[in-house]
């Protein structure tokens, strides 16, 4: 069983592919870049995940869904969100917080399968932020502070599905039905959508996760 300490996210860009898509190992969603970003809010549901072909129960595959601030082209990033593994077959899912380059954090707000969740991340200065989430589906919430970080810049905004890594290698990654993110950032005062975004594949030896865009909402798909 991974122990949630131990989970460490991190972004790995392959190279820009056609239009505007890039290529990552373990991310699969989108980013609005530029600059002056200090918020981003995010809704999504938490799957009910499953094997893929190849995969045995002893594998645990897990995925976590997250929204954030930088991390797209530095190695700064203030994130929150949930995660969800697959242990012995049973599913398990967390909500956590995080400021790199420390280890994500679990926070105590109770997280099932099928909940609606929101996340707002927001930089309180460039070492310091707030993660409030939400779970919509039991009407409670939390509020974490994270700090003493890589100084943030603001460059970028995120809404994320991710395959995470645990010491030096990426997890298992999950099997998944087709899911969304609907949100929106804070960019110098004003609020953009991801309508404009790059999106990012999530690509290991062949394509696992596709992303599209509309308007707020950002599609995430099994490939």
Do not use: Y
């Not at 239009?19 to 699969?28: D, K």
């Not at 002893?58 to 601030?69: E, I, K, T, Y």
């Not at 400021?99 to 609606?116: F, I, K």
């Amino acid at each position: 069983m991974l122990k949630i300490g131990e989970a460490r996210k991190r972004n790995r860009l392959n190279g820009r592919a056609s239009g505007a898509t890039v290529q990552s190992s373990n991310w699969c969603g989108a980013a609005v870049t530029g600059s002056g970003f200090s918020s981003v809010v995010g809704t999504w549901t938490v799957p009910t995940l499953s094997l893929r072909s190849g995969q045995s129960a002893n594998s645990d595959p897990a995925l976590a869904q997250w929204v954030g601030v930088d991390g797209f082209s530095n190695s700064a990033l203030i994130q929150g969100g949930t995660l969800s593994q697959l242990v012995g077959g049973r599913q398990q899912n967390f909500a956590w917080t995080e400021m790199l380059p420390a280890a994500l954090r679990e926070v105590s707000l109770t997280v099932d399968t099928g909940d609606s969740i929101s996340t707002n991340v927001t930089m309180t200065s460039a070492t310091s932020g707030t993660v409030s989430i939400i779970n919509n589906s039991r009407g409670t919430s939390i509020v974490g502070t994270v700090s003493g970080g890589t100084r943030l810049s603001g460059t970028s905004a995120e809404w994320i599905l991710e395959d995470f890594e645990s010491g030096s290698s990426l997890i298992a990654f999950a099997a998944f039905p087709a899911s969304t993110f609907t949100g929106s950032a804070v960019h110098s005062g004003g609020s953009v959508t991801p309508s404009s975004a790059t999106l990012i594949d999530l690509v290991q030896n062949s394509e696992l996760c596709s992303a599209t865009v509309s308007g707020s909402t950002v599609s995430v798909r099994d490939s």
